[in-house]
Structure formats: C-alpha cells, structure tokens
C-alpha cells in the first residue's frame, strides 16, 4: 500500500522553461512534506518542504504547493536548469515521535540545455 | 567529515552470508535512521535511533536484519543469512533533532551501500 505516490518516473523540460513535479498521498495524517533531490551515486539532499497547514512554501527557483483537500502537491522549478537534472522524491513525515520519512518511488527530471 | 558517510559503498556477498554496513552521521546528531531502496523506488525506512536507544524498527523486513548504535554516535545495520531479496542500497541519514519537536527536522543522508546478493 503505497502511501506517497509519483506516477510520472520521467520528465523532460527545455532549460528556462518551469518544471513541475507531482505527489499524490492517501494519508491524511502526514503533518509535513518533503522533497528530495538525488544526484547517481550519491544519498537524497533536501530541498524544500511544507507544513500541512500551509499551501505554498518558496524557497528561490523552488515552490512546493500543497493542496490538502486533494491529497496533492507539486513541485515547481523555475527557472529550470541543467544542473537541476536529477531523481526528485516526494516525502512525507507524520510528525510527533514518529519521524520517519515515507518516500514516492522518484522522478526523473532532465532539464535539455 | 562534514556529511554523513557511510561504509563500505559497495558489497557483494554470497547468497548466507552475513554483511555488516556502517554509518558515520554528522557529529552530534541525535537521531539516526536506516533505509532499505530497490532498484527504481524510493527510500523504505527500516529503523529510527535516538541517541542510543532503537525507539523504532517497525520497518526491519525480517529477524535477519539487526541494527546498533551503542555508543549513540555510528550504527551498524547487520543482515544474516543474506537472501537475493536484500539486494537494495541502504542509505544512512541523521537528524540533529529528536522525535516529538515542533517544525520538521531535516534528515541528511550518506551515500549509500550498495548490497548486491548474488
């Protein structure tokens, strides 16, 4: 039973164009929203997250949107670059003494110069 | 180091076998926290440290896979008996904060072992 889901494994977007990133959750409990970026070789790096209680978090080029009543939110890149060609997970975390992160199974992003 | 590093970063082992993988987090670091990822998902969590007590293994697939941090600093996950199925790269993260905190408290992962059972 997958509880955090990315059903896009791969996205390709011109360089300077937005890139947006999709996450589907079924459990409403999760308390906070995480994405991850990875480069080959190397272990996830954070990149932005969202508290459930807020919609949109920007952090430069990067703005998560979360909308709850849908169970969804995306990632959006703008303006996209080739350094940002990597596998971006979804994470949730239920908060409280339960940290633990629930990972999407990643996108492919690759930004084409 | 200034990251979490974790050691070796890639085994091979005989199908029986019994592997050991190490991690080093980021120096200070209360929590610590194991994760199993197949080959095209994402990270599954298999165990949660705080300092040096095992607060969480929900997530150990199996008695096989033990996990230890004595000393609340490095941890080692050992896999008995290793089975082709355990083949995934197991990936070491620390957190400064401990569970039950207000806000998120971001997790920095190590690079991984790459376990392959053959």
């Known amino acids: 039973d997958q509880q955090v889901k990315q059903n896009s494994p791969s996205l390709s977007v011109q360089e300077g164009r937005i890139s947006i990133l999709n996450c589907d959750y079924t459990n409403s409990m999760f308390d906070y929203f995480l994405w991850y970026k990875k480069y080959p070789a190397e272990g996830p790096t954070f990149l932005i997250s969202?508290?459930?209680?807020?919609d949109k978090n920007e952090d430069g080029r990067f703005t998560v949107f979360l909308n709850k009543s849908a169970k969804h939110l995306s990632l959006h890149i703008v303006p996209s670059q080739p350094g940002d060609s990597a596998v971006y997970f979804c994470a949730a975390d239920f908060g409280g003494s339960a940290r633990q992160l629930t990972f999407g199974s990643g996108t492919q992003l690759t930004v084409l110069p | 180091g200034a990251g979490v590093s974790q050691s070796p970063r890639y085994k091979v082992a005989k199908r029986g076998q019994d592997v050991a993988l190490r991690c080093d987090p980021i120096?200070?670091?209360?929590?610590l926290f194991w994760y199993q990822q197949a080959l095209g998902q994402g990270p599954e969590f298999l165990t949660y440290f705080q300092n040096e007590a095992q607060l969480d293994k929900s997530g150990l697939p199996s008695d096989r896979f033990f996990a230890e941090r004595p000393e609340g600093s490095v941890s080692t996950l050992k896999i008995q008996r290793t089975q082709q199925e355990d083949s995934a790269v197991y990936l070491c993260a620390s957190s400064p904060g401990t569970s039950g905190g207000a806000g998120y408290n971001e997790q920095f992962f190590g690079p991984g072992t790459r376990l392959t059972v053959l």
């Open positions: 969202i508290s459930s209680i807020k």
């Open positions: 120096s200070g670091h209360v929590s």
